[in-house]
């Protein structure tokens, strides 16, 4: 693709600017260091020189970013060009003569290292980035063997903490701007710049202002020295110690491509890698950080069974076979019906497939459910047709229904933010100003449960008519733009029925035009739903009976009749319906909204098997617990918000007996009598391809050798793969790491014997959904209460989280109630003061804080908090919430 | 006797009680009286006339204004025009006596300027020192409005321009007109990487010209008067006049508006009364601190931009000379520059960020008797990796030329007065027993 001109950054102006690009055929030749090669006209020299083999040295340049020319380290000589030009910002021309090891150059690289070093504090010894350091590695091959400056460095403080987690020294800072660019143009938190002027320069925060961002980490890992340091990896080793391997990270459905680093079996760092249509090498902080919970104390890691004062170790053998008892009595004595498993979305795709089987299959029971009440139905999520992340940068317009991607799917906010700055139109439709409102084209506003409202108006505008409402200022945005409308679909508020965002859904799906990205958040739910861990749906997105045939050949069965979803399990447990209750990675107290049923539950539930990290999830209330290993420790693949599948990889070797959950379902059927005969990760890999119909030739060669993973259905996406590892190899970890390092290669005659007939289509015709939808009621409003909305944000009381040390640290885990500023003075508090606050449900005390980004009348509540909050004052039957809101005076 | 020739300065000798004021202006100077031959004209043959001119940008640089005016991009809008009074080049002062005694040429300028370049809005920055320059410049601007020769439709032309002061915060870098754009969108005056060039992509990354208050100030008279008239003044193609500040140890320091062709001699020996208290000269500046130094050899060449920098190896840049007598040290003078560059460099870019307070490290010791022989070497060695050949016309390593005005000063030290710094570095080594470092920093005031 060849332009006419490039964008660059002007900084520290934020217009947009471009560099223009002579015209000339579309493919240039370029002789480089008189080699000849074809490029895309206006691609940039620097990195044309790199793709055909010849690195130009840079610090301030990075491919994820617009050029900017600060750091002179890239500087060429062009034939016919006076002087040298940095190649950083130079786009190539059709017959353009590029020397870049000329005298000339050579001794401007020289001179600039030189430069650089007159203030660098060479403190490599006890500096982070020792060993792995660009300005190290830079001035070995390209620079000067010492300096012939005698005079003082500049001091400054050192380190100073710029924010929970990052520390800056300024003493070390080269000034390259790649921090605060990243800031501004990748992050739009620009809470950091420079201050200063001359050798003076330095990065700097606002007063009282700390560089906050959930993505300051990007920073760290870009900085060219050790100027920026992140306080959870700082000393903890050098870069020689470090193993790598590449996964994804599940800390959300995102699925960021990483790489896991540990020495000593510890994991240490988690860097992004550049997964072009994925997270292209940023990371959010949580996802970076939470790591750490790994190796959290209070993990479990032997089994356990409860005995008189409580659980107490014991071996695997009698774990199993009590829990198998459990689950066997139940099945005998009360049906399949009285079994329920919950959970499964915080696991491999291995994992949810062997307990969809050992539960469908061999229990047969449909009483399944990754989500937690806390998502869109499974049957609405895997029925429409989803869109690629991708997608978002070709999109006619983006449309954010009922989520805020910024505190729930970071790295995707990162890439809807990007394609705004592009040009894509964002409407942001939300109860309240959210991550996306400052990029929003358009904003449109709707009262607590009645989303569908204003989407009915958009679905109308998209579908050529107009309506009279705010939703017509998209028509004039989408005229001219091909592409699809991509819709980011989550549930508006945990505070409502998921029915209005349902019947929104619905609306929508009738544009033809319109692809969704489901906004759930959970590590890997979306893995969990494709294979079955959902009421009425069977492995690889069909219905029970779409897939009795198919599956039932390999399982001997399934379940007669759709079953339970979360709510309606949790509330057999507590009729007594539901003797056995497993908790697969969950814990109901948390992550279930409404808390007083969970009580119920547990407590009238005969037995609770937890299957999962920690002993104490459920309370008291566990009789087994089977200890599993989790992301780190676990090889296997997950499968994203797009329906990517990728590989994660274990680094480290589990500690105690920890076994994998897929692995813990094998031993059970085992002693249920039905041998599922899987033994490696692999097997369950070519077991899924074979069953699950979406799955279908997802076998696990493909997985060891599809570089960026496979989008399911494979038949659709079959030539986007890319094989075999990253021809780059694995990058430095302040350039883009490329993905694919971990790809294994194709065997020369191995693609074509595989799939003679190109990729299988599934072999049972895949779910679809389009509606019809009930519409949720709309409830009069009361002038003298606040409605609720609550939400996730990205830190909260979440186990992982907690279990971080360097999250928790700074992670608000108390309940609060953010409200308008008039509606906060009307009560007649200050921030932070408590007030009692009654819904039909009950009153408790919380503290109250105005938040600008509240509208009049609706009040918000972080749903991942400890404490009093929605699981006490939330009655999930009913449409919405009203808090009536009084001083404690 | 050499004379001046008085264009932009002639009626502010004339009035000097109050020639800024509008009535003065109009009833003696027919302020805005040429705006209606400009729209008569049309904004093609103004561009053309200027071109014809051969008028040269006063600002430093020295580059055909009218050609400038011609890069524009063609069906572009909006443009703005912005007009540079950051005047921050050391011992430059004219653009300061051009604000505060005649105003109301500046604004007129601006008028036809806008008009032939087609731009609605202009934006004058005048340095943030300049307080009673930004006073009398705005009561002018208020007056120009409050007689319809800014806003809607300007003397029935159906011209509409708004006219905007603007006062720097107080930095040299200002003054580059990257640095300027930059500075007037509210950003840190930092200078931009080029292309994009200004007329391309320049203020709010519209098409934009940048042009010094002095040069603005010609366009009203090249208008009056004909192209043919100012081409007709000056010497090749340096044509016209121009305001030369003359400081230093001279008698008469002072602006002297002289057809370009004169000597230096004739300027400096006969308009400015020549050196001081009867001493010798020992050199000068001839184009403000970005130039490299003359000695009194040279004071028989022509004022001639080219000349000067073909032959002189030098520029007349911002026009201010700086006369030094025999008693100077010259090592004294280098220093002192290159501590307002080291001040002054922006930072953006790393030769000239750490290559001028490297330069100023250096010469401090060497002033201060720690230098060694080596160190003038050492200077150009490193100073030739932001000024690859240290010669002029200046190549350079850095974003802007702030850069290799680093090092020009260092390059006249060498130069002319080689043989004494070395002979004096010598002999402090011979002193001395051990290098003691000293060093003050760039920030603090000498
Ligand atoms: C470091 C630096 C400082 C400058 N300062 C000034 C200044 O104060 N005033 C000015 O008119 N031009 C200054 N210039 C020149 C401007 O960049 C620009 O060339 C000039 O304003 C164009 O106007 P002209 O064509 O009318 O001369 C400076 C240039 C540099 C590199
Ligand atoms: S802190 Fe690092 S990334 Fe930021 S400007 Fe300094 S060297 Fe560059
Ligand atoms: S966006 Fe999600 S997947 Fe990506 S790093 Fe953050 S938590 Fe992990
Ligand atoms: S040369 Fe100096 S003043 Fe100019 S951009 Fe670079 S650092 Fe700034
Ligand atoms: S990489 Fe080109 S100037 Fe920094």
Same mark, same amino acid.
């Given at each position: 693709m060849s332009t006419d001109a490039v964008r660059m950054s002007?900084? #520290?102006?934020?217009q947009p600017y471009v560099i223009p690009v002579a015209p000339g055929p579309d493919v240039a030749t370029v002789t480089i260091d008189g080699k000849e090669v074809q490029v895309p006209r206006g691609e940039l020299l620097i990195k044309v020189a790199q793709d055909h083999g010849t690195y130009i040295p840079r610090f301030?340049?990075?491919?994820?970013m617009k050029p900017?020319?600060?750091?002179?380290?890239?500087l060429v000589e062009v034939e016919g060009m006076r002087g040298l030009q940095i190649s950083c910002a130079t786009p190539v021309t059709d017959g353009m003569v590029v020397h870049t090891q000329s005298p000339g150059v050579k001794a401007a690289q020289d001179g600039v290292l030189e430069f650089l070093l007159v203030?660098?504090?060479?403190?490599c010894p006890v500096?982070?980035?020792?060993?792995?350091?660009p300005l190290q590695d830079q001035t070995l091959a390209?620079? #000067?063997?010492?300096?012939r400056f005698v005079e003082e460095k500049r001091h400054f403080?050192?380190?100073?903490?710029?924010?929970?987690t990052v520390l800056l020294d300024r003493e070390r800072?080269?000034?390259?701007g790649r921090c605060t660019r990243f800031a501004s143009?990748? @992050?739009?938190?620009?809470l950091i710049h420079f201050g200063g002027?001359?050798?003076?320069t330095e990065v700097m925060t606002y007063p009282?202002?700390?560089?906050?961002?959930?993505?300051?980490?990007n920073t760290v890992q870009i900085c060219? +020295?050790?100027a920026l340091t992140a306080s959870p990896y700082r000393?903890?080793?050098?870069p020689w110690d470090l193993d790598s391997v590449e996964t994804s990270c599940?800390?959300?459905? +995102?699925?960021c491509r990483g790489a896991l680093e540990s020495t000593s079996n510890r994991l240490v760092r988690l860097l992004g890698v550049d997964l072009d249509p994925v997270n292209q090498g940023w990371l959010c902080d949580r996802g970076r950080y939470a790591y750490e919970w790994v190796h959290s104390?209070?993990?479990?890691v032997t089994p356990r069974l409860a005995r008189e004062g409580g659980l107490a170790e014991a071996t695997w053998p009698q774990a199993l076979d009590a829990a198998a008892e459990a689950l066997r009595r139940a099945r005998d004595e009360h049906?399949?019906?009285a079994i329920g498993v919950l959970g499964?979305?915080? *696991?491999?795709n291995e994992d949810a497939y062997a307990w969809a089987r050992l539960a469908k299959? =061999?229990?047969?029971?449909?009483? =399944?459910?990754?989500?937690?009440?806390?998502?869109?139905p499974a049957e609405v999520v895997l029925g429409l047709p989803r869109a690629s992340i991708d997608d978002l940068d070709r999109a006619a317009a983006i449309v954010i229904v009922g989520s805020d991607p910024k505190e729930t799917l970071p790295v995707l906010y990162l890439r809807i933010r990007a394609a705004a700055e592009a040009g894509v139109p964002v409407v942001d439709v939300s109860t309240h100003d959210n991550g996306c409102t400052p990029f929003a084209a358009c904003s449109l506003r709707h009262r607590?449960?009645?989303?569908a409202t204003p989407v009915a108006a958009l679905a109308e505008v998209l579908g050529g008519?107009?309506?009279?409402?705010?939703?017509?200022?998209l028509a004039a945005l989408v005229a001219d733009r091909d592409g699809p409308v991509v819709v980011v679909l989550g549930?508006?508020?945990?505070?409502?029925?998921a029915t209005a965002a349902v019947h929104a859904a619905a609306l929508l799906a009738a544009v033809p035009a319109v692809r969704f990205l489901p906004?759930?958040?959970?590590?890997n739910v979306h893995g969990a739903l494709d294979l079955?861990?959902?009421? *009425?749906l069977l492995p690889g997105r069909v219905t029970l009976d779409a897939g009795r045939a198919h599956v039932g050949a390999v399982w001997g069965g399934v379940p007669a009749a759709r079953g339970l979803d979360a709510r309606g399990i949790l509330a057999a447990a507590a009729d007594g319906r539901i003797r056995t209750l497993v908790l697969l990675g969950c814990d109901p107290l948390t992550d279930f909204p409404d808390r007083p049923l969970v009580e119920r539950a547990l407590a009238a539930v005969g037995t609770v098997v937890v299957v999962g990290a920690f002993a104490d999830a459920a309370g008291g209330h566990a009789d087994v617990v089977l200890p599993t290993t989790v992301w780190g420790e676990q090889d296997g693949s997950g499968t994203n918000l797009e329906g990517r599948v990728q590989r994660l990889a274990r680094k480290v070797t589990p500690g105690g007996a920890a076994m994998e959950a897929w692995r813990i379902a094998g031993e059970l059927a085992a002693r249920l009598? =039905?041998?599922?005969?899987?033994?490696?990760t692999a097997e369950v890999q070519d077991e899924i391809a074979r069953v699950a119909p979406a799955f279908a030739g997802v076998d696990a060669a493909v997985l060891r050798r599809a570089r960026d993973g496979v989008v399911l259905p494979l038949v659709d996406h079959a030539d986007e793969i890319a094989w075999g590892p990253?021809?780059?190899?694995a990058g430095v970890s302040w350039e883009p790491i490329p993905a694919g390092a971990d790809a294994e290669p194709v065997p020369a005659d191995a693609e074509a014997a595989a799939t003679p007939t190109g990729p299988p289509a599934p072999p049972v015709a895949l779910w679809e959904w389009r509606g019809p939808a009930e519409p949720a009621p709309t409830v009069p409003v009361d002038a003298y209460a606040l409605r609720v909305v609550a939400a996730r944000t990205l830190? *909260?009381?979440d186990r992982a989280v907690l279990e971080s040390p360097s999250l928790a640290a700074f992670a608000p885990r108390d309940a609060v109630l953010l409200v308008s500023r008039t509606d906060r003075d009307r009560i007649g508090v200050a921030d932070g003061d408590r007030v009692r606050v009654t819904s039909a449900r009950a009153t408790v005390e919380l503290p109250v804080v105005a938040d600008a980004r509240i509208p009049q009348g609706v009040a918000f509540l972080?749903?991942?908090? @400890?404490?009093? *909050?929605i699981g006490d004052l939330?009655? #999930?039957?009913?449409?919405v919430t009203d808090l009536r809101v009084e001083t404690l005076r | 006797m050499a004379q001046e020739t008085p264009v932009v300065t002639r009626f502010m000798r004339e009035?000097?009680?109050?020639?800024?004021?509008f009535e003065s202006a109009r009833a003696?100077?027919?302020?805005?009286?040429r705006l209606e031959r400009a729209f008569a004209m049309g904004p093609e043959a103004i561009v053309e006339a200027v071109q014809q001119s051969g008028l040269r940008g006063?600002?430093?640089?020295? %580059?055909?204004t009218g050609q400038k005016w011609s890069f524009l991009p063609k069906g572009v809008f909006p443009r703005y025009l912005c007009i540079n009074g950051?005047?921050?080049?050391?011992?430059?002062f004219k653009d300061h006596m051009l604000t505060e005694r005649d105003p109301h040429q500046l604004v007129e300028g601006a008028i036809i300027t806008a008009y032939a370049i087609q731009a609605n809005h202009a934006f004058i920055y005048l340095r943030g020192e300049f307080a009673l320059g930004a006073d009398r410049l705005q009561q002018a601007i208020d007056d120009a409005y409050a007689h319809g020769f800014?806003?809607?439709d300007i003397g029935g032309s159906g011209f509409d321009l708004e006219l905007v002061l603007h006062r720097g915060?107080? &930095?040299?870098?200002?003054?580059?007109e990257t640095g300027l754009l930059s500075s007037l969108e509210g950003e840190r005056a930092m200078p931009r990487i080029k292309p994009p060039f200004p007329a391309a992509?320049?203020?709010?990354a519209a098409p934009t010209v940048v042009n010094n208050i002095e040069t603005i100030s010609t366009i009203p008279w090249i208008i009056a008067n004909g192209a043919e008239w100012y081409a007709g003044m000056g010497v090749n193609r340096s044509t016209g006049t121009r305001i030369f500040s003359v400081s230093g140890h001279v008698e008469r320091p002072g602006n002297y508006e002289v057809e370009l062709g004169m000597t230096f001699r004739e300027l400096i020996e006969g308009l400015a009364g020549g050196?001081?208290?009867?001493k010798r000269m020992k %050199?000068?500046?001839?184009?403000?601190?970005s130039s490299p130094w003359l000695l009194p050899?040279?004071?028989?060449?022509?004022?001639?931009m080219d000349y000067a920098g073909?032959?002189?190896?030098t520029m007349l840049g911002s026009g201010a000379i700086t006369v030094f007598d025999e008693t100077t040290d010259p090592l004294l003078v280098s220093w002192r520059l290159a501590k307002f560059y080291a001040h002054e460099? &922006?930072?953006? &870019?790393?030769p000239c960020r750490e290559g001028s307070s490297w330069i100023e490290k250096v010469l401090y010791r060497m002033v201060n008797g720690?230098?060694?022989?080596e160190d003038l070497d050492l200077l150009l060695s490193f100073g030739s990796n932001i000024?690859?050949?240290?010669?002029?016309?200046f190549a350079q390593?850095?974003? &802007?030329?702030l850069g290799p005005s680093t090092m020009s000063h260092v390059v006249s030290l060498d130069r002319w007065f080689r043989d004494e710094i070395v002979a004096r570095l010598e002999r402090d080594t011979a002193r001395r027993t051990s290098l003691e470092i000293v060093t003050v920093s760039a920030g603090a005031d000498a």
């Amino acid at each position: 693709m060849s332009t006419d001109a490039v964008r660059m950054s002007q900084w #520290p102006s934020e217009q947009p600017y471009v560099i223009p690009v002579a015209p000339g055929p579309d493919v240039a030749t370029v002789t480089i260091d008189g080699k000849e090669v074809q490029v895309p006209r206006g691609e940039l020299l620097i990195k044309v020189a790199q793709d055909h083999g010849t690195y130009i040295p840079r610090f301030c340049w990075h491919e994820r970013m617009k050029p900017v020319g600060m750091c002179r380290m890239c500087l060429v000589e062009v034939e016919g060009m006076r002087g040298l030009q940095i190649s950083c910002a130079t786009p190539v021309t059709d017959g353009m003569v590029v020397h870049t090891q000329s005298p000339g150059v050579k001794a401007a690289q020289d001179g600039v290292l030189e430069f650089l070093l007159v203030n660098h504090p060479l403190d490599c010894p006890v500096c982070d980035r020792g060993g792995e350091c660009p300005l190290q590695d830079q001035t070995l091959a390209f620079g #000067p063997g010492e300096s012939r400056f005698v005079e003082e460095k500049r001091h400054f403080e050192k380190p100073i903490p710029i924010s929970e987690t990052v520390l800056l020294d300024r003493e070390r800072c080269i000034q390259c701007g790649r921090c605060t660019r990243f800031a501004s143009e990748i @992050a739009g938190d620009a809470l950091i710049h420079f201050g200063g002027r001359g050798s003076g320069t330095e990065v700097m925060t606002y007063p009282d202002e700390p560089f906050s961002s959930y993505f300051a980490g990007n920073t760290v890992q870009i900085c060219p +020295v050790g100027a920026l340091t992140a306080s959870p990896y700082r000393f903890r080793a050098r870069p020689w110690d470090l193993d790598s391997v590449e996964t994804s990270c599940q800390q959300c459905a +995102v699925g960021c491509r990483g790489a896991l680093e540990s020495t000593s079996n510890r994991l240490v760092r988690l860097l992004g890698v550049d997964l072009d249509p994925v997270n292209q090498g940023w990371l959010c902080d949580r996802g970076r950080y939470a790591y750490e919970w790994v190796h959290s104390d209070a993990r479990v890691v032997t089994p356990r069974l409860a005995r008189e004062g409580g659980l107490a170790e014991a071996t695997w053998p009698q774990a199993l076979d009590a829990a198998a008892e459990a689950l066997r009595r139940a099945r005998d004595e009360h049906g399949p019906d009285a079994i329920g498993v919950l959970g499964g979305a915080r *696991g491999t795709n291995e994992d949810a497939y062997a307990w969809a089987r050992l539960a469908k299959g =061999v229990l047969r029971t449909d009483n =399944v459910d990754a989500q937690l009440d806390d998502g869109l139905p499974a049957e609405v999520v895997l029925g429409l047709p989803r869109a690629s992340i991708d997608d978002l940068d070709r999109a006619a317009a983006i449309v954010i229904v009922g989520s805020d991607p910024k505190e729930t799917l970071p790295v995707l906010y990162l890439r809807i933010r990007a394609a705004a700055e592009a040009g894509v139109p964002v409407v942001d439709v939300s109860t309240h100003d959210n991550g996306c409102t400052p990029f929003a084209a358009c904003s449109l506003r709707h009262r607590p449960g009645e989303v569908a409202t204003p989407v009915a108006a958009l679905a109308e505008v998209l579908g050529g008519r107009t309506t009279g409402s705010d939703a017509d200022r998209l028509a004039a945005l989408v005229a001219d733009r091909d592409g699809p409308v991509v819709v980011v679909l989550g549930r508006p508020s945990l505070a409502e029925p998921a029915t209005a965002a349902v019947h929104a859904a619905a609306l929508l799906a009738a544009v033809p035009a319109v692809r969704f990205l489901p906004a759930l958040h959970r590590g890997n739910v979306h893995g969990a739903l494709d294979l079955g861990l959902a009421p *009425g749906l069977l492995p690889g997105r069909v219905t029970l009976d779409a897939g009795r045939a198919h599956v039932g050949a390999v399982w001997g069965g399934v379940p007669a009749a759709r079953g339970l979803d979360a709510r309606g399990i949790l509330a057999a447990a507590a009729d007594g319906r539901i003797r056995t209750l497993v908790l697969l990675g969950c814990d109901p107290l948390t992550d279930f909204p409404d808390r007083p049923l969970v009580e119920r539950a547990l407590a009238a539930v005969g037995t609770v098997v937890v299957v999962g990290a920690f002993a104490d999830a459920a309370g008291g209330h566990a009789d087994v617990v089977l200890p599993t290993t989790v992301w780190g420790e676990q090889d296997g693949s997950g499968t994203n918000l797009e329906g990517r599948v990728q590989r994660l990889a274990r680094k480290v070797t589990p500690g105690g007996a920890a076994m994998e959950a897929w692995r813990i379902a094998g031993e059970l059927a085992a002693r249920l009598g =039905v041998d599922f005969d899987l033994e490696l990760t692999a097997e369950v890999q070519d077991e899924i391809a074979r069953v699950a119909p979406a799955f279908a030739g997802v076998d696990a060669a493909v997985l060891r050798r599809a570089r960026d993973g496979v989008v399911l259905p494979l038949v659709d996406h079959a030539d986007e793969i890319a094989w075999g590892p990253a021809p780059l190899g694995a990058g430095v970890s302040w350039e883009p790491i490329p993905a694919g390092a971990d790809a294994e290669p194709v065997p020369a005659d191995a693609e074509a014997a595989a799939t003679p007939t190109g990729p299988p289509a599934p072999p049972v015709a895949l779910w679809e959904w389009r509606g019809p939808a009930e519409p949720a009621p709309t409830v009069p409003v009361d002038a003298y209460a606040l409605r609720v909305v609550a939400a996730r944000t990205l830190y *909260g009381a979440d186990r992982a989280v907690l279990e971080s040390p360097s999250l928790a640290a700074f992670a608000p885990r108390d309940a609060v109630l953010l409200v308008s500023r008039t509606d906060r003075d009307r009560i007649g508090v200050a921030d932070g003061d408590r007030v009692r606050v009654t819904s039909a449900r009950a009153t408790v005390e919380l503290p109250v804080v105005a938040d600008a980004r509240i509208p009049q009348g609706v009040a918000f509540l972080p749903a991942n908090r @400890a404490g009093a *909050g929605i699981g006490d004052l939330v009655d #999930p039957d009913a449409a919405v919430t009203d808090l009536r809101v009084e001083t404690l005076r | 006797m050499a004379q001046e020739t008085p264009v932009v300065t002639r009626f502010m000798r004339e009035r000097p009680d109050d020639s800024w004021q509008f009535e003065s202006a109009r009833a003696y100077n027919a302020a805005y009286t040429r705006l209606e031959r400009a729209f008569a004209m049309g904004p093609e043959a103004i561009v053309e006339a200027v071109q014809q001119s051969g008028l040269r940008g006063k600002g430093g640089a020295g %580059f055909g204004t009218g050609q400038k005016w011609s890069f524009l991009p063609k069906g572009v809008f909006p443009r703005y025009l912005c007009i540079n009074g950051d005047e921050g080049e050391p011992a430059t002062f004219k653009d300061h006596m051009l604000t505060e005694r005649d105003p109301h040429q500046l604004v007129e300028g601006a008028i036809i300027t806008a008009y032939a370049i087609q731009a609605n809005h202009a934006f004058i920055y005048l340095r943030g020192e300049f307080a009673l320059g930004a006073d009398r410049l705005q009561q002018a601007i208020d007056d120009a409005y409050a007689h319809g020769f800014l806003g809607k439709d300007i003397g029935g032309s159906g011209f509409d321009l708004e006219l905007v002061l603007h006062r720097g915060a107080g &930095c040299y870098i200002a003054g580059d007109e990257t640095g300027l754009l930059s500075s007037l969108e509210g950003e840190r005056a930092m200078p931009r990487i080029k292309p994009p060039f200004p007329a391309a992509q320049g203020l709010y990354a519209a098409p934009t010209v940048v042009n010094n208050i002095e040069t603005i100030s010609t366009i009203p008279w090249i208008i009056a008067n004909g192209a043919e008239w100012y081409a007709g003044m000056g010497v090749n193609r340096s044509t016209g006049t121009r305001i030369f500040s003359v400081s230093g140890h001279v008698e008469r320091p002072g602006n002297y508006e002289v057809e370009l062709g004169m000597t230096f001699r004739e300027l400096i020996e006969g308009l400015a009364g020549g050196v001081r208290d009867g001493k010798r000269m020992k %050199f000068f500046i001839p184009g403000g601190a970005s130039s490299p130094w003359l000695l009194p050899e040279h004071l028989d060449s022509p004022l001639d931009m080219d000349y000067a920098g073909s032959e002189l190896r030098t520029m007349l840049g911002s026009g201010a000379i700086t006369v030094f007598d025999e008693t100077t040290d010259p090592l004294l003078v280098s220093w002192r520059l290159a501590k307002f560059y080291a001040h002054e460099s &922006c930072g953006k &870019c790393t030769p000239c960020r750490e290559g001028s307070s490297w330069i100023e490290k250096v010469l401090y010791r060497m002033v201060n008797g720690q230098g060694r022989p080596e160190d003038l070497d050492l200077l150009l060695s490193f100073g030739s990796n932001i000024v690859p050949g240290l010669n002029a016309p200046f190549a350079q390593t850095t974003i &802007c030329a702030l850069g290799p005005s680093t090092m020009s000063h260092v390059v006249s030290l060498d130069r002319w007065f080689r043989d004494e710094i070395v002979a004096r570095l010598e002999r402090d080594t011979a002193r001395r027993t051990s290098l003691e470092i000293v060093t003050v920093s760039a920030g603090a005031d000498a």
